[in-house]
Each structure stands twice: as structure tokens, then as C-alpha cells.
T-cell receptor, first 113, second 114 residues
Framework: QQQVKQSPQSLIVQKGGIPIINCAYE??????FPWYQQFPGKGPALLIAIRPDVSEKKEGRFTISFNKSAKQFSLHIMDSQPGDSATYFCAASILGGSEKLVFGKGTKLTVNP | DGGITQSPKYLFRKEGQNVTLSCEQNLNHDAMYWYRQDPGQGLRLIYY???????QKGDIAEGYSVSREKKESFPLTVTSAQKNPTAFYLC?????????????FGSGTRLTVV
């Protein structure tokens, strides 16, 4: 029940395409859903996060869509660029509790020029 | 600038040797974490600490040890009992409720057994 399932494991798109990465969770107590971006040889960095009181959040070309009833959330990257090529991790947790972040296994995104 | 510093960036360990990875943060975060990253395995939690002088095992603690004597520091020792230590190790920290920043990660230490 503590797992976050992320798909696909890898994704290749052309420049300008809209890659979509999906995550699903079981624990209905989760109320914080961040996405992290990791470039090779670097630590992950927080990209965008959402809480379940909203269904969508945008920051620049990155959008999180959240479906509370389906217990799913996804990351969309509009007008993707080669510089977006990285590994993306979704995660979930309970704000204010002692629960640590539960990470998905990651999606390696390649954006071809 | 506030952040997390991991050192060294690259580390080589001989068989049967213990090595210690350093993690220091100046973000005044209470919680600190160690993760191991292998290709295709995502981020696996080794140990975490939510307060000084206290820490808990994560999912893959066997062969590792930690200490938390200061709020700023959370070193990880990879012992000789860890049979497959070659990996990328990441340290992270967070404040209560994560704020707007979630976890802050260091830039990692790549450990190789030689």
C-alpha cells in the first residue's frame, strides 16, 4: 500500500512532442505528490508538486494532472526540448506526518532533436 | 548559498574495506536521508533520520551504518558486510511539511569497488 507505481520505464519523443509519465498509488492518506528531475551524474531536483485539493497545476511547460478518484497523477511536458532529456521520478507522502517520500522507479525520457 | 554537500564525488573501495560518505547541509532541515541508486532500480532508501541522535533503517539498511550527532551532518558508512556496494549514493534533507521545496538532494557520491 506504500508503493507508487510509475510508467513507462523509458520514453522517447521528438522535439516538440508531449511526453506523459503516469503514476498510481494505493494509500488514500497521501496528500503530497512531487515530481523530481534528475540529469546524469546529478542529484534529483524538485520540478513541481501538487496537493489533492486541485486537479491540475502548471509551471512553465510542465503540468501535473491529478485524479483523486482513480488514485493517479501524471506529468505532461509541453513542447519538449532535448534539454528535457532526464530521468523523472514521481513521489507521494503525507504532509505533516513522519512519513517519508515514497518514490516511483523513474522514467528515462529522451527528447530527440 | 544553502544546500547539501556530498563528498567525495567519486570513491573507490577495496574488498573488505569500510568507507564513509559525507553529507552536510546548511538548510537547517531536521530530516536527512540516504538513498542508493542503481540503473533501473530507482531510489532505494538506506537510512533516514528525523532528529539528532535518532535514525531508522530504510528498505536496504544491511551492510550500512549511519550516525546523526549534529543536525547538519549525516555520514554513511558502507561496511565490508555490504557485498555489492558499487552504486550512486544520494543524500537528501527536508523540513517538516516539506514546504515548497520537498526534499533537497546532494549531487551524489559514486562508489566503485576495485
Amino acid at each position: 500500500q506504500q508503493q507508487v507505481k510509475q510508467s513507462p520505464q523509458s520514453l522517447i519523443v521528438q522535439k516538440g512532442g508531449i511526453p506523459i509519465i503516469n503514476c498510481a498509488y494505493e494509500n488514500t492518506a497521501f496528500d503530497y505528490f512531487p515530481w523530481y528531475q534528475q540529469f546524469p551524474g546529478k542529484g534529483p531536483a524538485l520540478l513541481i508538486a501538487i496537493r489533492p485539493d486541485v486537479s491540475e497545476k502548471k509551471e512553465g511547460r510542465f503540468t501535473i494532472s491529478f485524479n483523486k478518484s482513480a488514485k493517479q497523477f501524471s506529468l505532461h511536458i509541453m513542447d519538449s526540448q532535448p534539454g528535457d532529456s532526464a530521468t523523472y521520478f514521481c513521489a507521494a507522502s503525507i504532509l505533516g506526518g513522519s512519513e517519508k517520500l515514497v518514490f516511483g522507479k523513474g522514467t528515462k525520457l529522451t527528447v530527440n532533436p | 548559498d544553502g544546500g547539501i554537500t556530498q563528498s567525495p564525488k567519486y570513491l573507490f573501495r577495496k574488498e573488505g574495506q569500510n568507507v564513509t560518505l559525507s553529507c552536510e547541509q546548511n538548510l537547517n532541515h531536521d530530516a536527512m536521508y540516504w538513498y542508493r541508486q542503481d540503473p533501473g532500480q530507482g531510489l532505494r532508501l538506506i537510512y533516514y533520520s528525523q532528529i539528532v541522535n535518532d535514525f531508522q533503517k530504510g528498505d536496504i539498511a544491511e551492510g550500512y551504518s549511519v550516525s546523526r550527532e549534529k543536525k547538519e551532518s549525516f555520514p554513511l558508512t558502507v561496511t565490508s558486510a555490504q557485498k555489492n556496494p558499487t552504486a550512486f549514493y544520494l543524500c537528501a534533507s527536508s523540513s517538516e511539511g516539506y514546504g515548497d521545496y520537498g526534499y533537497t538532494f546532494g549531487s551524489g557520491t559514486r562508489l566503485t569497488v576495485v
